[in-house]
């Protein structure tokens, strides 16, 4: 959905990236399926959409605006533009985590229906929204860095 001068509306829009022919669809029409699709049909697809990912993206530390770019190469793309993104994406996603699970503590610790628990759970609520600005990246093996 997207605001209108004249409200909502449900169209599809350009800009948003909404494409019909998804790889799936284009190897659908080759007559496969997802699963049985030979590597050359799935490359053949992935090159054909019309919708190709970017190979420039934003820095995943949220406050930063710096680009990493896909190198194209072997090994991992960056997801942040240098050390200290990583290192403070790190450490606020870890403060974070930390009083969203000290604010549950208390919540919990509560008598039910109080104002305090109320303005406790809005608390910790507030850091769980930032926290899906700071996803979890500690998965992903030697995380490369532009430096």
Request: hydrophobic share 30%; aromatic share 4%.
């Amino acid at each position: 959905m997207r605001a209108s001068n004249s409200g909502l509306t449900s169209r599809p829009v350009p800009e948003w990236g909404l494409d019909m022919f998804t790889m799936l669809k284009l190897i659908e029409a080759r007559g496969y399926t997802i699963e049985e699709a030979p590597p050359e049909v799935l490359l053949t697809a992935a090159q054909e959409t019309r919708q190709q990912p970017p190979d420039r993206l934003r820095c995943l530390n949220p406050t930063c605006d710096q680009i990493c770019a896909w190198t194209g190469g072997k090994g991992r793309p960056p997801l942040f533009c240098s050390k200290i993104c990583r290192q403070q994406h790190e450490r606020m996603r870890q403060r974070l985590e930390a009083e969203v699970a000290e604010l549950s503590r208390g919540i919990d610790s509560c008598p039910p229906g109080g104002v305090l628990k109320r303005e406790l759970s809005s608390e910790r609520s507030k850091r769980v929204f930032a926290l899906a600005r700071y996803p979890d990246v500690r998965d992903h093996r030697a995380i490369r860095t532009m430096e």
